[in-house]
């Protein structure tokens, strides 16, 4: 990220760049760093356009978990550079047309890193700058706490695009929004607007600008100062279990009638179509 980015991002919560030191320097797709004060990891994603979850993204999340977990980091927000979308989902190109053992790899990493991110021991929250589709909202659910940016949309289109969802994904919005709304919704492929989202429980609150999304999850984070972070850890993973453990138990045999659905000739008529609309339609 240039330097003037990071001094809008940091200046504008009166945190200078001094109090602030930079992860890893290598990574292409995220900007990390870590609030020397408070011990607070920053995680912005900046692939573009659109934060598309590549395997190069989906990877140097992964690393930066695993290396955040290491350091005992006391929060993590995870954000985007962009102020129109957070995240635009898994990469349409890697569903279209696969070969098999790519595309069962490609998923393979991804729902490591669903696990990674909703199991860590510390907590989490996703500063949504923007739009949130598909996987997106998924990062976003795996966190504890999201607040996202007025005027966007959230939701994942599978039924709409001819994915039935493996049935983490499906536990996982029942376990953030209830088991009558995850039906409505994702047997829809609803998508839902920020006042939408906000009232089934999707997200936890609604900032006016990317600055503001920060503000608030920073906020979030302070109500953990004074909590016991291994007390808050333990109890974390026990409210969490039965979603990784179910993961654990069953993630092979989804991810291989995952990937036989995906592979079939009407599903790839449906994504190339959605995809061709994608590409074609109006934007705004
Ligand atoms: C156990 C089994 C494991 C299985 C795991 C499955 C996990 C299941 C969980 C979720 C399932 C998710 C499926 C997906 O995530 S599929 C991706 C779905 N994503 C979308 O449908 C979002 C599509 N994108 C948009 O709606 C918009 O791009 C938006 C994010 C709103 C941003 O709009 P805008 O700012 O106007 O930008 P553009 O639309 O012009 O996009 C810029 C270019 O980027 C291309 N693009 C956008 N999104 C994707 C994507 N997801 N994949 C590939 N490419 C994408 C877009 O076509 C533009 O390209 P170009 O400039 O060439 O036209």
Redesign the pocket.
Known sequence: MSTYKYATLFLARNISVNQTRTFFSNLKCLDVTINRENGVAYVLMKHP??N??NMQLISELSLTLSNLEKSKCQGMILSSIFD??FC??????E?LKPKPERVKGY??T??ELVIQLYGSSFPTVAAMTG?S???GC?LGMCCEYRVMKKNS?IG???SR?G?A??R??VNLMSSTIGLRNAELMLTKGKILNTDEALKVGLIDEIANDRTDAIRKAEDFLKEYEMIAPLARGITKRIIRRSIIEDVKMN?AA??EN?VSVIMLPEVQEKLDM??YN??N?K??
Do not use: C, E, W
């Not at 635009?88 to 190109?93: A, F, T, V």
């Open positions: 356009p659109v598309t979850l129109k979308v635009s989902g898994l990469d349409l190109n569903l998923f393979s991804f729902q739009h589709p598909a996987g998924v949309q994942i289109p599978g695009m994915i969802l493996p983490y994904i993630g989804d991810l995952f959605y995809m994608l590409k339609r934007r705004d």
